[in-house]
Nanobody, 115 residues
């Protein structure tokens, strides 16, 4: 079973940037998709960005043009470059991977954006 570990979270001021990383314990080459989700306190978990096997990407409207998802297959890693951060981006960010009919999740990394 694949293990996913997120890193790179922290506290920044509005307008700042952070880069999240997700490291997988196995090759991500055969993953159907990988994605970043986030969950703010008291709110449901929501999809932030996704990258599928072909390399195509899609984003939530709230982060499009500010966040960029990418992956490095050789390093078994996925990234989320976040720019122009807003207080409403504050949440725990989770890495997820789709493997066939199963899904794997990391434990999350906290991102806090102050105004």
């Amino acid at each position: 079973q694949v293990q996913l570990v997120e890193s790179g979270g922290g506290s920044v001021r509005a307008g700042g940037s952070l880069r999240l990383s997700c490291s997988a314990s196995m090759s991500i080459f055969s993953f159907k998709a990988m994605a970043w989700y986030r969950q703010a306190t008291g709110k449901p978990r929501e999809l932030v960005a996704r990258i599928i096997a072909s390399g195509a990407t899609d984003y939530a409207d709230s982060v499009r043009d500010r966040f960029t998802i990418s992956r490095n297959i050789a390093e078994n890693s996925m990234y989320l470059q976040m720019s122009s951060l807003k207080p409403e981006d504050t949440a725990v960010y989770y890495c997820s991977a789709a493997l066939g009919s199963a899904a794997a999740w990391g434990r999350g990394t906290q991102v806090t954006v102050s105004s």
